[in-house]
């Protein structure tokens, strides 16, 4: 009978025989894979992250080599997942790991999120999952799990409302350290599984038979958060420049704002400014391409790429040249790679 188990003997119990056990993280499952898969998953979905995620081991096996590597290569292997700042912040991070622990990463949750880019949710998901500490994790499925089954109404953008929601997850913790790791795993994989956004299975969930929001008849209303996003659109004007060598001009991105430090073309605010760093006798040959919409978190970029031949290399400040096939080796955002390829599989054609 269902309703005998306490709510994490049931996850448990849920996620033994139903939950997902051959995600490449949990084979094996080590504080590295963890960490690494984690922050991946963070504003990346799970089947675009499987990829990336055995790329990455592949190339950074440890904590070690990933410590030692360039920033350029940590972020030529991010390059495609986006959001950069979890890429160098999980280098800085594991340099600190060698520096000040030795080349493991902590234990406790309190020692690991001092680390950078390590936040409280990461931070209970490593020691929860690879150490049994009784810590609720909260990510995105796990709020929406517990706001759920307690009909938590208060506004998540609230931080008492988040605290509140994080005392009542700690009472429903197992009691015993063994059953954290299927406990946590179980709450991760009924919010991508069963409890999902919009169409929420309360048929098949374990914790049907006392969810307050499905008595209430309104799962969808959980969990409450006001805050909308106001977007903006901003238009950036790209250069595709090549030589008759057949090289390409890239600039590296200031070590601030969107895209820091990865390689690009050549942006500029407007179309006028674009062409004025160009010969004259190059404008009549300039062919500005359909505009490219890149989704930010806060805005849309309208991307107007113009492919241009040069009869020699620019001195432009910064800008370098380079074969096509070794600008693509380079840390470049995925709409840069996608138009470059694009460029090169058209110039094939
Ligand atoms: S019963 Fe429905 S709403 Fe409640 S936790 Fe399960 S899937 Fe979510």
């Known amino acids: 009978m269902t309703d005998a188990l306490s709510f994490a003997e049931?996850?448990?119990?849920?996620?033994?025989?139903?939950?997902?056990?051959?995600?490449?993280?949990?084979?094996?499952?080590?504080?590295?894979?963890?960490?690494?898969?984690?922050?991946?998953?963070?504003?990346?979905?799970?089947?675009?992250?499987?990829?990336?995620?055995?790329?990455?081991?592949h190339r950074f096996p440890d904590v070690r080599q990933l410590a030692q590597a360039s920033e350029d290569d940590v972020l030529s292997a991010w390059s495609g997942l986006g959001y950069y700042s979890r890429a160098r912040n999980l280098h800085r991070c594991a340099q600190d790991v060698v520096q000040l622990w030795g080349g493991e990463?902590?234990?406790?949750?309190?020692?690991?999120?001092?680390?950078p880019g390590i936040g409280p949710s990461?931070?209970?998901?490593?020691?929860?999952?690879c150490h049994g500490e009784r810590i609720s994790i909260m990510d995105g499925n796990v709020q929406r799990v517990l706001t759920r089954w307690l009909a938590h109404a208060d506004d998540l953008i609230l931080a008492s409302s988040r605290k509140a929601l994080q005392t009542q997850a700690q009472a429903l913790l197992p009691t015993d350290a063994q059953s954290m790791q299927p406990y946590t795993q179980g709450l991760m994989d009924l919010g991508a599984l069963v409890c999902k956004p919009k169409q929420p299975d309360c048929e098949a969930c374990?914790?049907?038979?006392?969810?307050?929001?499905?008595?209430?008849?309104?799962?969808?209303?959980?969990?409450?958060?006001?805050?909308?996003?106001?977007?903006?659109?901003?238009?950036w004007w790209l250069l595709l420049m090549q030589t008759r060598q057949g090289q390409l001009g890239l600039v590296q991105r200031p070590a601030a704002g969107v895209w820091a430090r990865l390689w690009s073309l050549p942006m500029f605010a407007s179309e006028s400014a674009a062409m004025a760093t160009l010969p004259n006798a190059c404008l009549p040959h300039l062919a500005w391409q359909p505009p490219l919409k890149h989704v930010l978190t806060h805005r849309d970029w309208w991307?107007?790429?113009?492919?241009?031949s040069l009869s020699q290399p620019l001195d432009m400040g910064g800008l370098v040249w380079l074969d096509p096939d070794q600008a693509l080796q380079r840390a470049l955002p995925q709409p840069i790679r996608a138009c470059i390829q694009g460029w090169q599989a058209r110039a094939k054609s």
């Open 303 to 308: 991307l107007n790429v113009g492919v241009v």
């Open 206 to 235: 374990p914790l049907g038979s006392d969810c307050q929001a499905r008595r209430l008849g309104k799962p969808l209303d959980y969990p409450v958060k006001t805050r909308k996003l106001t977007r903006r659109s901003e238009s």
């Open 105 to 115: 990463l902590p234990t406790r949750s309190e020692d690991l999120e001092r680390l």
């Open 122 to 129: 990461t931070a209970a998901a490593i020691a929860a999952l």
């Open 10 to 57: 049931r996850v448990v119990r849920w996620q033994r025989q139903q939950g997902r056990h051959q995600l490449p993280w949990q084979n094996p499952r080590t504080p590295y894979r963890v960490w690494i898969s984690e922050i991946m998953l963070q504003q990346t979905q799970v089947q675009t992250v499987v990829s990336y995620f055995n790329a990455f081991m």
